[in-house]
């Protein structure tokens, strides 16, 4: 039935209640609201730390001793366990034989986890890496696709206090290689290898060639996916090491609020990937409130996060946050046209999805391949619609609501970054009206500014960068501790703490903001999160090539969807044909995978230049959007502008 209440128009903007239907069940009401501003912060965290169980409560929300001068600790004196938070506590609770995953694979094969099987998995498996010799405190790297051993193998090295560290498995060999050096990682599990739209993908010659180029010895566990019998070699095959260990029960280690939980690399504004640590409980509570207030996960629920768990989306919202709370997560190795473009529908309807979260990328695809395929199944178990990684458009928030809402469900647009380990900014679906084209308020307990560059705050309706202005459970560790990196994302700014997010945002007269992409030279398309300068060094790597920017564009059809698109100008005397284009996306491919190569190539004599040298990206993305360019009078080179728009790759 569809009991939504009409859309309305307020002061000029379109506003969208959520259903009474909806509001009568969320998990989170105005009154919670309320009392998160009566306790105040940091105490308002309190309850969401409750949402956890700790074999030892905390002593105080959090540390304010050490004032600015950091390290900041949330729940200190607090200890537990994350898997025992997401495994053992349901079991324990008589919800045993309730299913924990139920994964779908790219062959249409299907495989559910019930919580006692988690657990009985999670337990051989966290048994035979300390056999292997892992140790608490070890970094045990994680390459792998989307399949149930990968948040099996999470799990189990939360278990014994290893932090894992998961490299998402379409990055290249070099990569992998940067990343196991950098976390001073001596464990890998991998697998044979993957399928990819119907092809299979040599996983384990890409991870043999990182492991030789490593400095120090790699000890390799091996899922066999493809193929049962492959020969694992030297390396150890994961279900002999499973089946070995069956039946062992491993004793959750007992770990303080601020110990390690897990590494994940992400791409920053350098040229070198970023290491971001995530504390234990910390992290958790973060996650586990959010998913509960936010995507109003319950232990009835079944969620469907889309994202890879390869990227922290996939960490927070398809294993740790739904586990903490005893949901079922649903876990997906294909992509939503292979076979038939209507695959994730028919996923939904079988499964009884409650909730859905994906990116706006995704949902713009949905919309060009049309809501006939939606359509054709019944979605009436969806409850909850919700978005991530960029911003969402008027028209794609509608069509989404609409074609998979069925008009009825609610949808959070929500805001954050691996570097916040957790959502920050979003409505709360049972409390808040819906501003279509806006993410919403700032969370309860997380409050944000937008500033200028000195870090002053901007007048409503101006942009500005956006600022968190108090510390947050899900912030990353080096946050806390003011330092190395940190430190250049935290500043005091008049006696008050700033993290600056990169991201650009207008606030609104109330109090919604919308964000308008980054301020940095991060890239985001969909999932993927990648370094301009990154993807820009390994173009100018090739031969031939005397400069190079990347931009994100958006394809030419009616719907507008992301993608990588280079400008690249040859050396004088080289052609910029297809096999250099080739040659290009190689290079990409090489230096940090498939994910990163760009979609479209265009050759220019020349890239637009400031007076003092520096590309402008502006102009590029304006061109490559078919936007209009401004005024270009600022540039040394103005002529070359409206060059590039004949030249565009199409
Ligand atoms: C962007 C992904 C607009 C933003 C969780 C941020 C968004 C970057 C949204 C982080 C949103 C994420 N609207 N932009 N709802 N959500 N972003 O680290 O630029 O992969 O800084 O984390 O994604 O990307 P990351």
Redesign the pocket.
Known sequence: MDDSSPDETDGGHEWVTPPESFVEQANVTAADREAFREAGWPECWRRPGDLLDWGCGFDAVLDEDDGDEGPIRWFPGGRLNASYNCVDRHVEAGRGDETALAWEGKLGETRTYSYRELADEVNAFAAALRELGVEEGDVVTLYLPMIPELPVAMLACARIGAPHSVVFAGFSADALATRLSGADSEYLVTCDGYYRRGAALDLKRRADNACVSVGHAVEQVVVNRLDDDRPVGDHRAYADLVETHAGAEVEPVSRASDDLLFLIY?SGTTGEPTLVRHTTGGYLTHVTWTSHAVLDLGPDDTHWCSADVG???GHSYAVYGPLALGATTVLYEGTPDHPETDRLWEIIERNGVDVFYTAPTSIRAFMKWGEQHPERHDLSSLRLLG??????DETAWHWYRNHVGDGRCPVV???????TGGIVLSTLPGVDRMRPGA?GKSLPGIETVVVDERGHRVADGEAGQLVITRPWPGMARSLCEGTDWGARRTRTVDGQWQYA???NAVRDEDGYLH?L??ADD?L?VS?R?LSTTEIESAIVGVEGVAEAAVVVGEDDDAVRQSEIHAFVSPESNVAGDDALRGRVRTAVEEAIGPIAAPDAVTFAPSLPKTRSGKVVRRYLAAIANGEDLGDTSALRNPEVVGELESLLDR
Do not use: M, N, S, Y
């Open positions: 992400t990227w922290i989306t978005t991530v990684g960029e911003p969402i647009d929500t805001w954050w970054q691996t570097e993410v997010t990169g991201d964000l992409g980054r991060v985001k999932d999160r």
